[in-house]
C-alpha cells in the first residue's frame, strides 16, 4: 500500500507504472518461453466449436421432436442420441427460408435485410464482419468445410458478376479463414468421406489453439435418392395440409432417406470427436440452416419455412436431457458462441446472446423472431422465384406480411417433381379438397395473414381482420414495421400497404 500510495502522489506515477507493467509482460513472457504448454494449458476454459448445418431440414423431422414417422422408421438415432446428451430447442428459427441469406445471417450476426442480401447468393459487403473474425483474433483457429456455406456468392456464376465481387471485395474468404474448402459434397458415395474430411482440416489446427470448424451437409436437400431405404411411402403419416396422393408420399420418404443419410453423416463426426479424446471440450451445434424444400416449407415463411431443429451439446456444461422453448434466431448463434467463448459480439451485430438459456440460467430473452423472402430462382411470376414477404413471430402468434399478394405458389425446387405434378392435375381435375385448393391454389392470397401457432400449429386458418385478435394484430404489425424501419427495408411497411390496397377498391 505505500508503494502505491507513494505512485499516486507522484507526478511520475504514469511513467512508473509503464514501466512496472513493462517489467511484468517480460516476466510472463519468460514463463511463457520456459513452458511450451502454457498457452495449450491457458486456453482449456475456452471450448472448441463445431457448427454444424443441414440442408433444407425442418422441425420437426428429428424423432426428438416427437415426429411419429422419423421415429417409426428409426430415420434418426445419432441425432435423437445427440439431443439426450444436451439441450433441444423447440422455438428456433432461421432469418430466411432460403440458403444463402440465411448462412450469411448467421455468420454476420445480423438480418438479410439489414446485410443487403435478401437476393439470393448476394454476399455481404465487404466490411460486413463475421462472429468468427472475433474468434480468430481472440486466439482461435476458425475453419469452413462440407457443403457450400454460402458466404461470397455462388459456386460458379458469369464472370463478369464474379469479377464484380471480387472487384468489391465480397470474396474474401481466404482471408478471414484458415482452412476453407468452398464446396464439398456429402451424399451417395461421399458421405463415407464425411469423417475423413473433419479429420483432415482438425489436423491442420495448431496445438496450441482452440478450434470454430463450420461443416455442413448436403442432406436432406433435392435431388432426393430414388432408394427409400427401407421406408414405406403407404405407411408414412402426412400432415393434414399436404394432399394425400402416391406421388406426394413418394416424394416424402425419399425425403426421409435423404435425412437418414444426415443421420449417418453426423454420426459419423461424432464418433470422430470421442475417437480423438476432444467431445468434453468441444461444444456441438446442430441446426437447420431453412425449412425443408417439401409443400408449404421452403421458400414460404410459413413454420414450415423457418422453424428449425436445433440442438447443442457441451458436456459437463450443458445439462444432458434438457430442452428450452426459448425464441431463438439464427443471428443470435455468433453472440452466443462469442460469449461461451469469453469474447463479445461487434457492435452491429443484432444478434442476442442465449446463453443463459443454454446453461439454464434465467434469461428475459427475445420477445420476437424476424424473417424475410426476397428473390430465389425460378420464374418471377411465381413464389418459388420472386416474392417479397417479411414476418414477425411471438411465443404464440404468427404475422406474415406479403407485399407481392398475386404471386402464384409453386414450392421451391419442387416445380418440375413429380409430387407438385400430381397436385396441380387433382386441382386440375377438381379432386382436391376445398383446404387443398385455398392452401395452393387462392390467388391473390392475403396481404395479412395472423396465425395461432398454439392452436393452429399448422397455420390453417388465418385470424387477420379477426375482431378478437385486433390488438394482437395491430401490436404486432407495428413491431414489425418498427423492425423494418431499423434494418433500412426497401420494401413498404404493412400499415401503407394495406392503406393503399384499401384506397383502391
Given at each position: 500500500m505505500h508503494v502505491l500510495d507513494a505512485l499516486w502522489k507522484t507526478r511520475m506515477h504514469t511513467e512508473l507504472f509503464a514501466l512496472y507493467f513493462t517489467w511484468l509482460r517480460g516476466m510472463i513472457c519468460i514463463c511463457l518461453a520456459c513452458s511450451p504448454n502454457a498457452l495449450l494449458m491457458a486456453n482449456t476454459s475456452q471450448p472448441n466449436v463445431l457448427l454444424i448445418l443441414s440442408d433444407d431440414h425442418s422441425v420437426p423431422h428429428i424423432s426428438c421432436y416427437g415426429d411419429i414417422n422419423t421415429t417409426r422408421f428409426h430415420i434418426t438415432p445419432n441425432l435423437q442420441k445427440f439431443?439426450?446428451?444436451?439441450?433441444?430447442?423447440?422455438?428456433a428459427y432461421t432469418t430466411a427460408p432460403q440458403c444463402a441469406p440465411s448462412r450469411i445471417s448467421i455468420f454476420a450476426c445480423r438480418s438479410p435485410?439489414?446485410?443487403?442480401?435478401?437476393?439470393?447468393?448476394?454476399?455481404?459487403q465487404a466490411d460486413a464482419?463475421?462472429?468468427?473474425?472475433?474468434?480468430?483474433?481472440?486466439?482461435?483457429?476458425?475453419?469452413l468445410d462440407g457443403r457450400h456455406h454460402h458466404l461470397d456468392g455462388r459456386i460458379r456464376d458469369a464472370e463478369h458478376i464474379d469479377t464484380a465481387l471480387r472487384n468489391a471485395g465480397m470474396q474474401n474468404l481466404k482471408k478471414r479463414f484458415d482452412h476453407i474448402v468452398r464446396s464439398a459434397k456429402t451424399k451417395g458415395n461421399q458421405l463415407d468421406q464425411v469423417s475423413s474430411r473433419v479429420s483432415a482440416a482438425l489436423d491442420t489446427v495448431p496445438d496450441n489453439k482452440p478450434f470454430f470448424l463450420y461443416f455442413g451437409f448436403n442432406q436432406p436437400h433435392r435431388k432426393f435418392s430414388v432408394d427409400y431405404d427401407g421406408i414405406d411411402p403407404n405407411e408414412l403419416r402426412l400432415p393434414p395440409d399436404w394432399p394425400d396422393l402416391p406421388e406426394v408420399r413418394v416424394d416424402y420418404a425419399r425425403y426421409l432417406a435423404s435425412v437418414r443419410e444426415l443421420d449417418r453423416g453426423f454420426g459419423q463426426i461424432m464418433q470422430l470427436l470421442a475417437d480423438r479424446g476432444i467431445e468434453e471440450n468441444t461444444l456441438v451445434i446442430f441446426m437447420g440452416d431453412n425449412g425443408e424444400a417439401?409443400?408449404?416449407?421452403?421458400?414460404?415463411?410459413?413454420?414450415?419455412?423457418?422453424?428449425?431443429?436445433?440442438?447443442?451439446?457441451?458436456?459437463g456444461h450443458v445439462a444432458a436431457h434438457s430442452h428450452s422453448s426459448a425464441l431463438v434466431c439464427g443471428?443470435?448463434?455468433?453472440?452466443?458462441?462469442?460469449?461461451?467463448?469469453?469474447?463479445?459480439?461487434?457492435?452491429?451485430?443484432?444478434?442476442?446472446?442465449?446463453a443463459d438459456?443454454?446453461?439454464?440460467?434465467?434469461?428475459?430473452?427475445?420477445?420476437?423472431?424476424?424473417?424475410?423472402?426476397?428473390?430465389?430462382?425460378?420464374?418471377i411470376t411465381r413464389t418459388d422465384g420472386l416474392d417479397f414477404s417479411r414476418s414477425i413471430t411471438s411465443d404464440r402468434f404468427h404475422y406474415i406480411y406479403n407485399a407481392l399478394?398475386?404471386?402464384?405458389?409453386?414450392?421451391?425446387?419442387?416445380?418440375?417433381?413429380?409430387?407438385?405434378?400430381?397436385?396441380?392435375?387433382?386441382?386440375?381435375?377438381?379432386?382436391?379438397?376445398?383446404?387443398?385448393?385455398?392452401l395452393y391454389f387462392?390467388?391473390?392470397?392475403?396481404?395479412?395473414?395472423?396465425?395461432?401457432?398454439?392452436?393452429?400449429?399448422?397455420?390453417?386458418?388465418?385470424?387477420?381482420?379477426?375482431?378478437?385478435t385486433n390488438d394482437t394484430e395491430k401490436k404486432l404489425r407495428e413491431t414489425l414495421e418498427a423492425w423494418m424501419i431499423r434494418e433500412s427495408d426497401f420494401l413498404p411497411l404493412p400499415t401503407h400497404a394495406i392503406e393503399t390496397t384499401t384506397n383502391l377498391k
Open positions: 439431443a439426450e446428451q444436451g439441450m433441444r430447442f423447440d422455438r435485410v439489414g446485410l443487403g442480401v435478401t437476393r439470393f447468393a448476394q454476399p455481404a464482419p463475421f462472429f468468427t473474425d472475433v474468434l480468430r483474433a481472440g486466439g482461435y483457429w476458425v475453419g417439401l409443400l408449404r416449407g421452403k421458400g414460404t415463411l410459413y413454420a414450415r419455412g423457418t422453424h428449425v431443429p436445433l440442438l447443442i451439446r457441451w458436456p443471428t443470435d448463434l455468433g453472440p452466443t458462441i462469442l460469449e461461451v467463448c469469453g469474447m463479445k459480439a461487434l457492435k452491429g451485430m443484432t444478434g442476442q446472446s442465449f438459456d443454454l446453461f439454464g440460467k434465467k434469461s428475459d430473452g427475445r420477445r420476437y423472431v424476424f424473417a424475410e423472402r426476397g428473390w430465389h430462382f425460378g420464374p399478394p398475386d404471386r402464384s405458389y409453386t414450392p421451391v425446387d419442387m416445380a418440375h417433381k413429380d409430387a407438385w405434378k400430381a397436385i396441380q392435375q387433382a386441382h386440375t381435375t377438381d379432386q382436391l379438397s376445398p383446404l387443398h385448393q385455398r387462392k390467388n391473390p392470397r392475403p396481404i395479412v395473414e395472423l396465425y395461432d401457432l398454439e392452436h393452429d400449429p399448422l397455420e390453417l386458418d388465418n385470424l387477420a381482420g379477426n375482431p378478437s
